[in-house]
């Protein structure tokens, strides 16, 4: 339904010139939802904003359901941009309309007949659970309820790909799951695609079926949410897996914290299990094989796409031999292992 094949853009300016999008190809099939996560400034919106040629592409293709964006006439391009809805981060609403107005303003603009208009309106209005609202002003409405206004009145149009620009960034996390649950079930009610864009590894985690990663405007990593979960190939996907856990340690470690093993201090150490490593059985295993005590800290395991994924903060108590072994032993089950300090 989306395909980007070479996409590259650059910024140039008077002296300088920067490479937001460099050889770029994406496909999402029809009725799919793909989330591309990156970082600030690694090119996210970019990549967005070419899609409907909001920015123009210095070179390659987009293809949307069968259109040649790239080489449409500019009536032919708003006419094919009609199928490409887009929601943003702040909304983007008309202050002095009403919700309803709100909703109903793409309508007005394609000159569809007033009945139809309150018809379809109203639809959309118990689609998004705002039937209540309907004649408040957007400045009286909360953030979850804006974005549903704004998500109801790109479905007006009835497009075929959604294309979400950190839509739910600023949100609250209750808020935010909401929101992710109506686009899901957007996705499954009317087939459409969406491409989301977000730097948060639970928003990917919660509705998408697949994510890449971007990194200074290349796509580094591709795969379905439980490929990436169970074999991140990037240290910057794993990175983000792990700030989607919340394993941290208390302050009353971290004070105590010391960068040298000296005297009795013994180390605490971070162990990030994916899909390919052991379960977590492997502490009491090495705990046995070993001769070690491990004292979990703080640990956050989870599941996704069938996988099972976590992080670990443990204290290792045993001689500094045996603790050595074990640290080995995690290795060699895949877990990656990293000495945080020594208390
Ligand atoms: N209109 C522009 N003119 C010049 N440079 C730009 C422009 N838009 C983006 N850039 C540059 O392109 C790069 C990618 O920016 P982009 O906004 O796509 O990143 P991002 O991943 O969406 O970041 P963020 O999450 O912070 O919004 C950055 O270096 C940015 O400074």
């Not at 004649?135 to 409405?141: G, H, I, R, V």
């Given at each position: 339904m989306i395909e980007l094949k070479n996409i590259t853009k650059t910024f140039t300016k008077k002296s300088s010139s920067v490479t937001a999008l460099a050889n770029v190809s994406l496909l999402v099939p029809q009725g799919k939802i793909l989330g591309v996560i990156g970082a600030s400034g690694a090119g996210k919106s970019t990549l967005i904003r070419c899609v409907n040629l909001l920015e123009k592409p210095t070179s390659g293709e987009v293809i949307v359901n069968g259109q040649n964006l790239t080489t449409l006439s500019p009536s032919a391009l708003a006419k094919a941009r009609r199928q490409i809805g887009m929601i943003f981060q702040h909304f983007n609403l008309l202050s002095s309309r009403t919700v309803f107005d709100n909703i109903a303003f793409p309508l007005e603009l394609d000159h569809t007949p007033k009945a139809e208009i309150r018809e379809r309106v109203n639809e959309l209005l118990m689609l998004v659970g705002l039937e209540d609202k309907a004649?408040?002003?957007?400045?009286?409405?909360s953030g979850g309820q804006k974005q549903r206004v704004a998500i109801a009145r790109t479905l007006a149009s009835n497009p075929k790909v959604l294309l979400c620009d950190e839509a739910t960034s600023a949100l609250d996390p209750a808020t935010t799951r909401s929101i992710l649950a109506l686009l899901k079930d957007i996705n499954q009610r009317f087939n459409i695609t969406i491409l989301l864009i977000t730097h948060e590894m639970n928003v990917v985690k919660a509705v998408c079926d697949e994510v890449a990663v971007i990194s200074e405007g290349k796509l580094i990593e591709r795969g379905t949410v439980s490929e990436v979960f169970s074999h991140p190939e990037t240290s910057l996907a794993k990175q983000f897996i792990a700030s989607s856990l919340h394993a941290t340690l208390p302050v009353e470690y971290s004070q105590r914290l010391s960068e040298i093993a000296e005297g009795l201090k013994h180390p605490v150490i971070k162990l990030q299990f994916t899909g390919l490593s052991a379960e977590a059985t492997v502490l009491s295993e090495a705990s046995r094989l070993f001769n070690v005590d491990n004292n979990i800290i703080s640990a956050q395991m989870d599941y996704t796409g069938g996988v099972k994924y976590g992080i670990m903060l443990i204290e290792v108590t045993g001689t500094p031999e045996n603790t050595a072994q074990s640290l080995t032993y995690y290795n060699s089950k895949h877990i990656d292992v990293e000495v945080l300090g020594y208390v």
């Open positions: 004649s408040d002003y957007p400045a009286n409405l």
